[in-house]
């Protein structure tokens, strides 16, 4: 788990049967505005590891950046170690790019794709990344200190009239949301197809439910069927009072149907998308504004 913090540190964490195992913090030299990670379980000198990579956005800088860090986490480190302790991680590669880095998530095959408050989307790959990992897995520390893995532009859309907020990616398909209320998808192709006009106030985030299936929040939670450009959901769950918005929503894993919501009021909603009257539960979790 990443926490971005105040300005330029990042706090680690390894978690293990739901119980905090360890802790890391470091410093990035950037202010971070969105953290993206990614790891890979490896037989690495003769013991069983992790590595990682962690990607860092920043923003509000006069040269903004999106940086790689790699890390361990070894179950033998040594006496009086946690377990599952992450290293400290190091950076291994970095990029600049336009606008504050608002979002990022990794796609397979050693690629990132990040969203930015110009309205930018860009879909990085990250040469050198299956190689730097190969060279951890063999034990040769000295390649690995020299190893640095590059960036390269793959594709890049502005289609938003404002910030992007959100991103989430399936496969090779990613969906985008942002400050003018429209949902962008953007397959391997160079087009993207857009809805304009999907909410009339800011999407905060997005997530695929299946295959041309994604919920956004907003307004409420909307489910839209992205085989066709129609801007209307096929689903809406309402929030439970006037004035009050969705700000965060989180798909099920392995049940789609289900859904949690964060709303404006602080309150936490779970729905079961074949009833779309009443949501499951609802619990008022946060004084706070918004979730």
Same mark, same amino acid.
Request: charged share 20%.
């Given at each position: 788990?990443?926490?971005?913090?105040?300005?330029?540190?990042?706090?680690?964490? !390894?978690?293990?049967?739901?119980? @905090?195992?360890?802790?890391?913090?470091?410093?990035?030299? #950037?202010?971070?505005?969105?953290?993206?990670?990614?790891? =890979?379980?490896?037989?690495?000198?003769?013991?069983?590891?992790?590595?990682?990579?962690?990607?860092?956005?920043?923003?509000?800088?006069? @040269?903004?950046?999106?940086?790689?860090?790699?890390?361990?986490?070894?179950?033998?480190?040594? &006496?009086?170690?946690?377990?599952?302790?992450?290293?400290?991680?190091?950076?291994?590669?970095?990029?600049?790019?336009?606008?504050?880095?608002?979002?990022?998530?990794?796609?397979?095959?050693? @690629?990132? #794709?990040?969203?930015?408050?110009?309205?930018?989307? #860009?879909?990085?790959?990250?040469?050198?990344?299956?190689?730097?990992?190969?060279?951890?897995?063999?034990?040769?520390?000295?390649?690995? &200190?020299?190893?640095?893995?590059?960036?390269?532009?793959? !594709?890049?859309?502005?289609?938003?009239?404002? &910030?992007?907020?959100?991103?989430?990616?399936?496969?090779?398909?990613?969906?985008?949301?942002? =400050?003018?209320?429209?949902?962008?998808?953007?397959?391997?192709?160079?087009?993207?197809?857009?809805?304009? !006009?999907?909410?009339?106030?800011?999407?905060?985030?997005?997530?695929?439910?299946?295959?041309?299936? #994604?919920?956004?929040?907003?307004?409420?939670?909307?489910?839209?069927?992205?085989?066709?450009?129609?801007?209307?959901?096929?689903?809406?769950?309402?929030?439970?009072?006037?004035?009050?918005?969705?700000?965060?929503?989180?798909?099920?894993?392995?049940?789609?149907?289900?859904?949690?919501? !964060? =709303?404006?009021?602080?309150?936490?909603?779970?729905?079961?998308?074949?009833?779309?009257?009443?949501?499951?539960?609802?619990?008022?979790?946060?004084?706070?504004?918004?979730?």
């Amino acid at each position: 788990f990443f926490f971005p913090r105040v300005f330029s540190a990042i706090m680690m964490l !390894g978690v293990r049967d739901g119980e @905090r195992s360890a802790a890391q913090v470091w410093s990035t030299g #950037v202010k971070v505005h969105s953290v993206a990670c990614s790891s =890979e379980a490896v037989n690495a000198h003769s013991r069983q590891s992790t590595y990682g990579v962690v990607a860092v956005g920043s923003g509000e800088e006069v @040269r903004n950046t999106i940086s790689l860090w790699g890390y361990a986490t070894r179950k033998d480190l040594g &006496a009086g170690t946690p377990e599952h302790f992450p290293t400290k991680p190091r950076q291994i590669a970095q990029t600049p790019c336009d606008g504050d880095v608002a979002c990022m998530q990794f796609l397979r095959g050693s @690629r990132l #794709v990040s969203g930015h408050t110009n309205g930018m989307v #860009v879909i990085h790959r990250i040469l050198g990344l299956q190689d730097h990992i190969d060279t951890y897995r063999d034990g040769d520390e000295e390649q690995l &200190a020299s190893d640095s893995p590059r960036f390269e532009t793959m !594709g890049q859309w502005n289609r938003h009239r404002g &910030a992007v907020t959100s991103i989430s990616v399936m496969d090779d398909n990613v969906v985008s949301v942002g =400050e003018d209320g429209a949902i962008c998808l953007f397959g391997p192709g160079p087009h993207a197809q857009v809805i304009k !006009g999907a909410e009339p106030v800011i999407m905060h985030a997005v997530q695929w439910m299946a295959s041309k299936r #994604v919920a956004t929040a907003g307004s409420a939670v909307k489910i839209w069927d992205l085989n066709t450009d129609s801007a209307r959901p096929v689903i809406t769950l309402l929030p439970s009072a006037r004035g009050v918005f969705v700000q965060s929503l989180s798909v099920h894993p392995t049940i789609p149907t289900y859904i949690a919501s !964060g =709303e404006s009021s602080g309150a936490v909603c779970v729905w079961d998308t074949r009833n779309t009257a009443y949501p499951l539960t609802r619990k008022d979790m946060h004084t706070g504004p918004g979730i």
